[in-house]
């Protein structure tokens, strides 16, 4: 059910141009904060906007930021977990007291603090947030490189003469990459909410963007004027598919944990 439900939102986000009634930024004052109806099936924003079409739109945004982020941590985690793994000794101490160090910062707080020299935008925070998220993957790679490490393939590869380098890239990181996918797809939904807290803060995705952590900050104000759409249309989306991607995540790293 919970795949099922992804993929209508992966489809309907790839289909928005053809899918959404009205443009995301099309504003219309004389429809502002209009409910449900033939006109607007999940109403309109203060600024009369589509909210249907705008969630249609924002799903793009919400879907590839997190992926995005996801793949900088996890070049960088991985690196830097299979790094301390293969050399061990002093290279796994400091790495893994470099990961201690950013394990002490609150993500959230880190994530600001870079953004706070940087400035605001989706990309900084893509990119903030990967680094905060790169320490995780980086303890899992470890443990898993660790016993990978030493299986007697290895040491074949190496009465070969092949380098470390190469055994690493070409035999031990493949090797893991199930189990590393698995885990990635469960922190998917982590990275979602995320970024839309970001956006929600003001810190991530700026307007006219349909992203909706930014459609939930947006719609907070119409809340006092007695409309519950604007913020509840991007909210319930959003926690949909955090949940969902959690379900299919759990099944994704029990399926492909198993090698």
């Known amino acids: 059910m919970a795949g099922t439900v992804l993929g209508l939102v992966v489809m309907a986000a790839v289909c928005a141009p053809l899918l ?18 033939r006109d607007h099936l999940l109403g309109t924003d203060s600024s009369g906007q589509d909210l249907l079409s705008r969630a249609l739109y924002g799903a793009r945004s919400s879907l590839i930021a997190p992926l995005a982020l996801l793949a900088v941590a996890a070049v960088l985690g991985v690196t ?15 790495v893994s007291r470099l990961t201690d160090v950013m394990y002490a910062f609150p993500g959230l707080l880190f994530t600001v603090l870079i953004i706070a020299v940087f400035g605001a935008g989706m990309t900084t925070s893509v990119l903030a947030l990967g680094l905060a ?9 470890r443990s898993l490189a660790i016993s990978e490490a030493r299986k007697p393939y290895v040491d074949a590869y190496r009465i070969q003469g092949m380098g470390g380098v ?3 890239a070409r035999h031990v990181v493949p090797n893991l990459a199930r189990a590393i996918l698995g885990y990635l797809v469960v922190l998917f939904g982590e990275a979602l909410m995320s970024l839309a807290t970001l956006s929600y803060l003001g810190f991530g995705a700026q307007p ?10 947006e719609g907070q104000a119409a809340i006092v004027q007695g409309a519950m759409l604007p913020a509840l ?10 949940v969902c991607f959690n379900v299919v995540g759990v099944w994704a790293a029990d399926r492909l944990g198993r090698q």
Request: charged content about 10%; aromatic content about 10%.
């Open 20 to 37: 959404a009634p009205y443009a995301p930024d099309a504003i219309d004052l004389s429809s502002s904060l209009v409910g449900t109806g």
């Open 80 to 94: 830097l977990g299979v790094l301390a793994a293969w050399r061990g000794g002093w290279v796994d101490a400091l």
């Open 133 to 141: 998220f790169t320490p995780t993957i980086a303890k899992y790679t």
């Open 166 to 168: 190469r055994i690493c």
């Open 208 to 217: 006219p963007s349909s992203d909706w952590g930014l459609m939930v900050q």
């Open 233 to 242: 249309v991007p909210g319930t989306a959003i926690a949909l598919v955090v």
